[in-house]
């Protein structure tokens, strides 16, 4: 009897062969909570809010503003970047994802690594294993990164490297746009975003990262968990999912997963946990998971904007009530990443664990937002 695949490389679990899901990808717990459809009629309680950029420039910063403040997350269309280079985007991560295994365990991620193939490094905090693959990559360095899986180069390689850069390129536009919006909807005029960004330099230092995912069909989807519940620890995220929704988020009063609808040709925009730093806490990071299908395969891309390494995150002091300290103290991305590590092993709240002590003496704040040291 021939050696079934997923035992020839014992790395790599072959989602392909598998009839059913095995107890090492079996999750407890995944139905504690009911799950919600958030495709309903805009305004009802658990539709996802939608902000389309292309309405008056008023009506989208208090869109943003009601969003961020009480979702954390929200559809976004009218963003420009073409759906026709969307579509192409998608065809080259199937392409990318339908390789063969010997291929992309060439480019697994090692311990430690931003970047690779495998799964994400939240997966490293549990014993259970998702149903899916992933690959992280820098998009301002990626020719190098996909020499990887592709070593030959040739055309697959030479099409993937040539749509994701031209996708950074829009992106990073997008990008620049959104964090503009964010500042004006936490109350800032356009002369304060000015002078925010002379002084601290956030939107001409971000950085991104790319994370694609690939969720296999799988047989018993109810067992099975595509991504765990995680906040992004970044900024800001723009998820593109593909036509096969999986996207969920989570909501309090009552608890419930909401799922996100698949828009064509939308963003999903998620707040991440040092944008709640910086906002000081007024705009929320979004808990979030992926489901898997019986029957499709499922793609979907984070685009991931953060500071750069060096660079400390505190609370904008526009961000802060008169009168209060910041809510956080100011912390790097990586040392975020260590408190985040903390936190998973003790079953605590990162954002808690940089909190600052309450003090109500305005003459003792000290903001020091993002602050570049060289
Ligand atoms: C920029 C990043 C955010 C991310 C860690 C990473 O360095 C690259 C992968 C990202 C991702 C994607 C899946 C979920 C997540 C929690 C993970 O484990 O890897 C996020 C990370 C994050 O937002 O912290
Ligand atoms: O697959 C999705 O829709 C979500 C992906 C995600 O949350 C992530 O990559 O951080
Ligand atoms: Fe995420």
């Not at 009480?70 to 963003?79: D, I, K, P, S, V």
């Not at 490297?161 to 800032?188: I, N, Q, S, Y």
């Not at 400390?312 to 961000?319: N, S, Y």
């Amino acid at each position: 009897m021939p050696t079934p695949s997923h035992l020839k490389n014992p790395l790599y679990f072959d989602f392909r062969a598998a009839r059913r899901v095995p107890e090492s990808h079996a999750w407890p717990g995944l139905h504690d909570h009911p799950v919600v459809d958030g495709g309903g009629a805009p305004g009802t309680p658990d539709a996802v809010p939608v902000v389309d950029l292309r309405d008056p420039g008023a009506a989208v910063v208090a869109r943003v503003a009601r969003a961020a403040e009480q979702w954390g997350a929200f559809l976004l269309t009218g963003h420009g970047v073409p759906a026709e280079l969307l579509a192409r985007v998608e065809d080259r991560i199937a392409c990318m994802f339908a390789l063969p295994a010997a291929d992309k365990m060439r480019a697994v991620r090692g311990p430690g690594d931003a970047c690779g193939y495998g799964s994400p490094p939240i997966s490293s905090f549990f014993s259970k294993c998702m149903w899916s693959e992933g690959y992280t990559f820098s998009p301002a360095a990626l020719r190098g990164d996909l020499r990887k899986l592709w070593p030959k180069a040739g055309d697959d390689y030479a099409s993937f490297c040539d749509v994701m850069e031209e996708f950074h390129k829009e992106m990073r536009v997008l990008a620049d746009k959104l964090l503009e919006l964010f500042l004006r909807a936490l109350g800032l005029t356009s002369e304060q975003v000015a002078a925010v960004e002379e002084e601290r330099r956030i939107g001409e230092t971000m950085t991104a990262t790319m994370h694609l995912n690939w969720y296999p069909r799988c047989p018993d989807p109810r067992r099975a968990l595509g991504l765990i519940a995680h906040t992004d620890s970044g900024f800001f995220t723009f998820v593109l999912q593909s036509l096969v929704p999986g996207l969920q988020l989570f909501r309090h009063g009552p608890d419930r997963w909401v799922a996100v609808p698949a828009v064509p040709g939308a963003f999903v925009v998620n707040v991440g946990d040092l944008f709640h730093i910086l906002t000081n806490g007024r705009f929320h990071s979004v808990y979030h998971r992926a489901v898997v299908n019986r029957d499709l395969d499922r793609i979907s891309l984070g685009y991931f904007l953060g500071p750069p390494p060096h660079a400390k995150v505190a609370p904008l002091r526009e961000a802060v009530p008169p009168g209060r300290t910041p809510a956080y103290r100011a912390v790097t991305w990586p040392e975020y990443m260590g408190v985040r590590k903390k936190a998973f092993t003790t079953g605590a709240s990162a954002l808690k664990m940089v909190a600052a002590a309450e003090s109500d003496d305005a003459d003792a704040a000290v903001h020091q937002p993002l602050v570049l040291s060289s």
